[in-house]
């Protein structure tokens, strides 16, 4: 689970280096997060997570409060949150999560983007089984940071499984245990560098570096929307 999820977080990070791009998304989903359970973080564990996404990526505080603004503001757009799934190139599985205010506009990008690659956007639930969806939590190694008691002290609130990489020690739970891993994770005072709910593929695909030179040039034109949030593979 965890080198598929860092693949992901590397391939991601690699597309979306550009800030123009980056901002409005972490800006969108505070904007999203602040409208839906109000503007004070302490009490808004949702918005509490966006913020602390974007600060991760080094959003400049300005472009968060000003996100959190525009919740108030009578002209915000409303934003619906819509899923889409799909096939790519050499059958790779591509499910997308998106926040738009103009469905019709988005649902005839996304079906472009996967119509010019040869692959096609299929029913909603096709590949959900396909995915596990699943809490993920990074926290920056270090020597305070004791992995092994760290995954007892979180098995009450829903840690499945501890990952610990060069850089980060990454706890997963179901996603019905994000809200308990995040109060449980706080109450020890453990620093999150980044959390977020992430679809985890049932059967990890390996792929060719040919082929995923392919494939990552249609992610890369899916992630480039700014109605996409989040993109998930089966690439292992």
């Known amino acids: 689970m965890g080198r598929a999820f ?8 690699k ?12 800006g969108k989903a505070i904007t999203m997060a602040a409208k839906e359970g109000g503007g004070d973080p302490d009490m808004n564990g949702k918005l ?11 959003m400049p505080k300005d472009n968060i409060d000003n996100a959190i603004k525009r919740a108030t503001q009578k002209d915000m757009a409303n934003f619906s949150e819509i899923n889409y799934e799909g096939k790519g190139p050499h059958g790779v599985l ?7 205010d103009n469905p019709t506009r988005t649902v005839a990008n996304v079906k472009s983007y996967f119509n010019k690659s040869g692959g096609q956007v299929v029913p909603n639930g096709q ?24 995954e007892l002290e979180l098995i009450d609130a829903g840690c499945e499984e501890i990952e610990v ?18 109060k ?28 995923l030179v392919s494939i ?21």
């Open 15 to 26: 597309r979306w280096d550009k800030m123009s791009k980056l901002f409005p998304k972490l």
């Open 127 to 150: 590949l959900e089984f396909m995915f596990n969806r699943k809490s993920v939590f990074e926290i920056v190694k270090s020597d305070a940071i004791d992995p092994e008691e760290l």
């Open 216 to 236: 990552e040039k249609l992610l890369d034109k899916i992630e480039d929307d700014d109605d996409i949030q989040q993109v998930f593979t089966n690439i292992a």
């Open 48 to 58: 509490r997570t966006a913020i602390q996404n974007a600060k991760a990526q080094n």
């Open 184 to 211: 449980a994770l706080e109450d020890l005072n453990v620093e999150v560098q980044k959390s977020s709910l992430q679809r985890i593929p049932t059967s990890p695909v390996e792929f060719s570096e040919e082929e």
């Open 165 to 182: 990489t060069d850089e980060h020690v990454i706890v997963y739970g179901d996603f019905t245990s994000f809200g308990t891993l995040a």
């Open 94 to 100: 591509i499910f997308v999560e998106c926040a738009t």
């Open 6 to 13: 860092e693949y992901r977080r590397a391939s991601k990070e």
